[in-house]
């Protein structure tokens, strides 16, 4: 145990937040998005774990990770099939933490369910958790940490 660590993220994840850069992407999925194959292709290569819901996940790490301030939606959702203005719970759960971390209104992008496979498959890596509510599905883009 680590003291000011949320202890839901374990070694394996901290490193690989730790070894992403200004931009990179991460994927924090559901548990029903095929994140094992999609890992695979990901610049980590592996697929991580956090045994959790979505939102407590974002909030574990959006507590040592920031969000990038350089682009419009540094974070940004699977859309629902056929109703892509549609925000379900668990993105509006997910949304409050955003901006919760950020101390601000920070709305999130959205991107089309196959569009969202695509660019899943170029992030750094994929965190899957237990969320087992549909659309449980985000790309957060690491920002930066300004000098003292």
Known sequence: ????????????????????????????????????SVARDTK?????????????????????????SFV?????????VGKPKE?????????????RAEGK???MGSIERMDFYEQARNAYCVITTAERRFYGCFILKKGVIPPA
């Open 1 to 36: 145990m680590l003291k000011n660590i949320d202890p839901l993220l374990n070694a394996d994840v901290l490193y690989a937040l730790r070894s992403m850069g200004h931009g990179d992407d991460v994927v924090i999925s559901d548990t029903n998005f095929p994140s094992d």
């Open 44 to 68: 980590l290569g592996t697929l991580l774990r956090i045994d959790a819901s979505c939102p407590d996940v974002v909030r574990a790490v959006l507590s040592v990770m920031p969000l990038d």
């Open 72 to 80: 419009k939606h540094p974070a940004r959702r699977m859309q629902i």
């Open 87 to 99: 925000i379900p719970a668990v993105q509006k759960e997910v949304q409050r933490e955003i901006d």
């Open 105 to 107: 209104s920070t709305p």
